[in-house]
T-cell receptor
């Protein structure tokens, strides 16, 4: 079985500041890792994913995440946030041979002017 | 319509009502999922359908009854719900490649309130 821990439930930052949303996972087998974003009153949208290859993955809107196998982490970062990045962010993990996604509890990112 | 759509977007029902949630995916996927999202809790997987067969049922009370008539449509039939069932119900779809499942894509959800 796998589990996901998002260490911060709320992260308030000012616009144009850097941000890191932390995610740690636990699994006895190989996994794929995902970050989803949920804007207010909407469903989840895939932000980025790590399946294989380069451990640094990027999204089209400036977010990046790095898979660190030794630390079992997949932290999400952005060097300069915008007001429009305000949303809830979910880290998720899935076994490479399975279909079940296990989600963390989410981190609410609030970007203030 | 593109992606995954859900109707209705909002639903208020009494504990004795019967209602249904509908999900439709326009991505050509062969697997569909129902999740429950409650405040301050991780998403809970409720049901998984692959090739229209239910492959997972995670100890969900019988007052929730899923139906998958074809690979593009998924329903969640609701009856005699409890106030604690109030939540956002999310549908997702993916391509099941026989042991390997591609990324899941989510709909916007149905916000359910049980009075």
């Amino acid at each position: 079985a796998q589990s996901v821990t998002q260490l911060d439930s709320q992260v308030p930052v000012f616009e144009e500041a850097p941000v890191e949303l932390r995610c740690n996972y636990s699994s006895s087998v190989s996994v794929y890792l995902f970050w989803y974003v949920q804007y207010p009153n909407q469903g989840l949208q895939l932000l980025l994913k790590y399946l294989s290859g380069s451990t640094l993955v990027e999204s089209i809107n400036g977010f990046e995440a790095e898979f660190n196998k030794s630390q079992t982490s997949f932290h999400l970062r952005k060097p300069s946030v915008h007001i429009s990045d305000t949303a809830e962010y979910f880290c998720a993990v899935r076994e490479t041979s399975g279909s079940r996604l296990t989600f963390g509890e989410g981190t609410q990112l609030t970007v203030n002017p | 319509e593109t992606g995954v759509t859900q109707t209705p977007r909002h639903l208020v029902m009494g504990m004795t009502n019967k209602k249904s949630l509908k999900c439709e995916q326009h991505l050509g996927h062969n697997a569909m999922y129902w999740y429950k999202q409650s405040a301050k809790k991780p998403l809970e997987l409720m049901f998984v359908y692959s090739l229209e067969e239910r492959v997972e049922n995670n100890s969900v009370p019988s007052r929730f009854s899923p139906e998958c008539p074809n690979s593009s449509h998924l329903f969640l039939h609701l009856h005699t719900l409890q106030p604690e069932d109030s939540a956002l119900y999310l549908c997702a779809s993916s391509q099941d490649r026989g042991g390997y499942t591609d990324t899941q894509y989510f709909g916007p959800g149905t916000r359910l309130t049980v009075l």
